[in-house]
């Protein structure tokens, strides 16, 4: 009798190990993916400011090539008039659109522009973009898009930004 009794002592003593073993687990699974959620946003703040930085990055590139596709071209004309004129689209100068790019749309109608993509608007020369999560976007005037000015220079054409933007700590420019 003894021994069952034992027995008996083992296996309550087993379970109650069991459950408390699975309420820790259970309770620890609950933290991780609470603390999950936190630090997922603001992984996915850092992937849009990459996202942000490398699209600018591309353009520039796309200005550099066409200026120097330009110049092995046609090497003795003068530099191109006085300023002024309409700028490129210059996205269209790009091997790949990027899927998020929705087109020429003029700066007074960006309020329908979708979050996550960019605009043209040649009537100002200047790129658009409505950031996924604005909330990581700080600007003098508070705007919740950054715009920045195609303009011309000796050299290739240039992006520069309307405003100190800061995404998430970190110049835009």
Same mark, same amino acid.
Request: charged share 15%; proline share 8%; with cysteine.
């Given at each position: ?60 590139? /796309?200005? #550099? ?10 090497? %003795?004309?003068?530099?191109? @008039?006085? *300023? ?38 040649? /009537?100002? #020369? ?10 990581? %976007?700080?600007?003098?005037? @508070?705007? *919740? ?29």
């Amino acid at each position: 009798m003894r021994a069952s009794s034992l027995f008996k002592q083992l296996q309550l003593g087993l379970g109650r190990q069991l459950i408390m073993g699975c309420m820790v687990i259970g309770t620890m699974s609950v933290l991780v993916v609470k603390s999950g959620e936190r630090d997922f946003g603001e992984v996915q703040a850092q992937v849009e400011g990459a996202a942000i930085k490398t699209n600018l990055g591309g353009l520039r590139t /796309a200005f #550099a090539i066409d200026h120097i596709t330009r110049q092995v071209r046609a090497p %003795l004309p003068a530099q191109g @008039g006085g *300023g002024g004129a309409l700028q490129p689209n210059p996205f269209l100068l790009l091997h790949r659109m990027p899927s998020n790019y929705v087109g020429e749309l003029r700066a007074a109608d960006a309020d329908r522009l979708p979050a996550g993509h960019w605009l043209f608007d040649p /009537a100002c #020369a200047c790129i658009g973009y409505r950031p996924l999560y604005p909330e990581w %976007l700080r600007s003098p005037s @508070g705007s *919740g898009m950054l715009w920045f000015d195609v303009v011309g220079a000796p050299g290739p054409l240039q992006l520069v930004p309307r405003e100190a933007y800061v995404w998430k700590g970190e110049a835009l420019t």
